[in-house]
């Protein structure tokens, strides 16, 4: 990919990035009766920017298998970044990885303090399980409903302890851990803490287009693929990365005396899975119907990325 | 009421908790390919015993109108009793009230340290809903889809930052407020940190069994009526009542510096309205149809009780 493409992809990506962060600001609005705090902490944490991978990935898998319209993917869409977000501002938390800085901003507990931190995750789980109910209130067919039912389904279940929770739960103990990760601890980090979100936002935005079952479960691996592979490179960022284009300093795992997938496999290994399973991300893509050309550029995109 | 027919009350209540402790065990077991802490967190949270006022409303609503069976309305039953115990879970947390002890056991962070005592209440949460949402899978009819759509919106935004989350919030800053809460805030807090699920529970089993919107709106009265009653109910035992029947010190409230309804309008006051809340409630349940002895006795359980 060349300097000049891989450029205007940033600025598409920039560009879906702020009308979905346009979007995400309606949904959480100052002037409810609730107290000012918690929608002023909420919105803080929400609308902190960043990259909007996983709404960006169910749009465009929806669009992808035929889906038109917003009223039933975005909702789901705005879902999907509180949960994502109610886990960092959670993570942040002092009694968890005690962050005091997220993308070069102070974290939501730092600014309102540890018990509005710990409130503002709980407000936006819900929130989120609250915005995406929202859609069975437009479904009218009941091949409508057994969508929606279908894709609130895996959103409960990869966001709980059989997915996300499940992640951040391994991911704890294993920093209370002296001994090394095994080899299996560390995929089962990544597959939860951070698979299980990507893999639904890909699998939900399928579902809700009408893609048949057989087609779910392709676009479930491919969705896998990519999210191991960003967590992964992750890992080989915080090695090799610039801290400036980070927003955070270069070898802070390491300083923590943090395992990552890098210090088990090397870097070397490391670079070669990416690659391998960005790869058979692509080839997955590749066999399905539709026009998959900005999902296959974005995972690309992923891999190259220098933050 | 007789001291007879109040034990044997009791009694049908104990039996009641326990089938319900029964129910909420089947739904979070080990063997489950999560690790063993999470679920050992939330099954001790969980089962920790405790009145199971709010599924017992729920349940007993949904029968006083026709409800029958036990697929529609059990996982909502459970949902509610997760929310309910995640909410403790989390206001047990050293960054919140720093409460080692709840029912004369130690709280679940202060059995798993703080990070699993937050991430045991966001999986209660996860869990809340994704049991509550197994209930569109049985749903045949638009009717039936629709009532389980509306319920669960029940659920979400009585649970959230318009209900629950909302009164937590305000706890939490009433708590850091030098001058006397005004008679609107203590109002604000109990309406929505306690009263919300009594009121979600007791509107689900009148929406779950069909109840016209009339008569949804009035059983929501009902209950914001009990859920304020039990409060204040709640603050007069903090002054009065026995420590051993309690399960915690009397005068906590006081020893805190704690404002509370008994605090702002008097003890004589509180009772006085108490027993007005009871008497609307029981009088909003005379004019429905069904049978409502049961609900009737549990409001006179609640006023009468002593722990």
Known sequence: MTETTDKSFQEIMKEKAAAIDEM?????YHGQAVPDTITEAMRYSLLAGGKRLRPILMQETYRMFGGSGTQFIEPFMAAMEMIH??????????????DEYRRGRKTTWAVYGDAMGILAGDALLNAAYETALEVLGVCETPEQYRRVGWALKVLAHNAGIHGMVGGQVADIEAEQQTEPLTAEQIDYIHRNKTGALIEASMTIGAILAGASTEQG???TRCALDIGIAFQIQDDILDVVGDSAELGKPVGSDAANGKQTYVTIHGLEHSRAEVERLSNEAIAILQKLPGDHSFLESLVRYLIDRRS
């Open 24 to 28: 995400l600001s309606a949904y959480i």
């Open 85 to 98: 977000t109610y886990s960092l501002v959670h993570d942040d938390l002092p009694a968890m990885d005690n």
């Open 217 to 219: 479960t392709e676009i």
